[in-house]
């Protein structure tokens, strides 16, 4: 029984679209014709034709902990019988798990696109996004571009809060703090120079260069997790295309 429930899990693990079914079976003949409408292709165990079927059932059964038949799995994910995969069609689940769509958008074969997943903006939403498509095995790239200011001004991966928000804002408000703080240590027994200065562009300096740590630990974050990162903008032509424009700058 143990070497059976192996080969399942192993079956499971190993299949992206997996349904334990019996050929007789009128709602295991309608889960597969939900797969054929789809044009998604899948891998059928037909237990009444194995010499072990009924240990093979009662294996399934252990593993997935259910036992009435179909069996639907996706990339390793227990979907349920008929009713669950119908359900889970309907609201969109299904096609999340095999990176489709149920409504409206593209089903089946996605090769045709260049990504799975395209996100526009390299903000910290952005980023955890992208790598957690990335995980599962997605095809991702991230698109994100910061039009210069005035003055020439831009900035990397990570958005407005690690760039010019949250993070500079918190290094420049402890560093007013360690100012008041040298202040106040004379009287906790600190002997203090009376003479202490500030220099506002080493302050600059630290914060900036800390702020480029970051957005380089970004872009290597992506590059761990195979994720293109194109610094351009993004454009949406319908919803399956979106053009992009790499801006380059001269001098």
Same mark, same amino acid.
């Given at each position: 029984?143990?070497?059976?429930?192996?080969?399942?899990?192993?079956?499971?693990?190993?299949?992206?679209?997996?349904?334990?079914?019996?050929?007789?079976?009128?709602?295991?003949?309608?889960?597969?014709?939900?797969?054929?409408?789809?044009? +998604?292709?899948?891998?059928?165990?037909?237990?009444?034709?194995?010499?072990?079927?009924?240990?093979?059932?009662?294996?399934?059964?252990?593993?997935?902990?259910?036992?009435?038949?179909?069996?639907?799995?996706?990339?390793?994910?227990?979907?349920?019988?008929?009713?669950? &995969?119908?359900?889970?069609?309907?609201?969109?689940?299904?096609?999340?798990?095999?990176? &489709?769509?149920? %409504?409206?958008?593209?089903?089946?074969?996605?090769?045709?696109?260049?990504?799975?997943?395209?996100?526009?903006?390299?903000?910290?939403?952005?980023?955890?996004?992208?790598?957690?498509?990335?995980?599962?095995?997605?095809?991702?790239?991230?698109?994100?571009?910061?039009?210069?200011?005035? %003055?020439? &001004?831009?900035?990397?991966?990570?958005?407005?809060?690690?760039?010019?928000?949250?993070?500079?804002?918190?290094?420049?408000?402890?560093?007013?703090?360690?100012?008041?703080? +040298?202040?106040?240590?004379?009287?906790?027994?600190?002997?203090?120079?009376?003479?202490? %200065?500030?220099?506002?562009?080493?302050?600059?300096?630290?914060?900036?260069?800390?702020?480029?740590?970051?957005?380089?630990?970004?872009?290597?974050?992506?590059?761990?997790?195979?994720?293109?990162?194109?610094?351009?903008?993004?454009?949406?032509?319908? %919803?399956? &295309?979106?053009?992009?424009? +790499?801006?380059?700058?001269?001098?």
């Amino acid at each position: 029984m143990a070497d059976l429930k192996d080969e399942v899990t192993s079956l499971i693990g190993a299949t992206r679209v997996l349904i334990f079914s019996e050929s007789w079976c009128d709602r295991c003949k309608k889960v597969k014709e939900l797969f054929e409408s789809l044009n +998604i292709e899948y891998k059928a165990v037909e237990l009444d034709q194995m010499e072990n079927g009924a240990a093979f059932h009662d294996a399934v059964a252990d593993v997935v902990k259910q036992r009435p038949l179909p069996v639907v799995c996706v990339l390793g994910n227990v979907v349920g019988g008929l009713d669950e &995969t119908l359900a889970a069609h309907a609201d969109g689940r299904l096609g999340a798990l095999l990176g &489709t769509f149920s %409504q409206n958008g593209p089903v089946g074969d996605t090769s045709v696109y260049d990504y799975d997943l395209l996100v526009v903006g390299g903000g910290s939403g952005g980023l955890a996004c992208s790598k957690a498509a990335a995980g599962f095995g997605k095809r991702v790239a991230v698109l994100d571009f910061v039009k210069p200011s005035p %003055q020439g &001004t831009s900035w990397g991966l990570g958005g407005t809060c690690v760039n010019v928000g949250c993070i500079p804002k918190k290094l420049m408000h402890q560093a007013s703090l360690l100012g008041r703080s +040298i202040q106040d240590a004379k009287a906790f027994g600190w002997q203090v120079s009376e003479d202490v %200065q500030h220099k506002w562009d080493v302050l600059v300096e630290a914060v900036q260069n800390h702020v480029k740590s970051l957005n380089w630990g970004y872009r290597v974050s992506l590059q761990d997790k195979d994720v293109k990162y194109l610094n351009a903008f993004g454009e949406f032509v319908d %919803q399956h &295309t979106v053009k992009v424009c +790499i801006v380059y700058h001269m001098g």
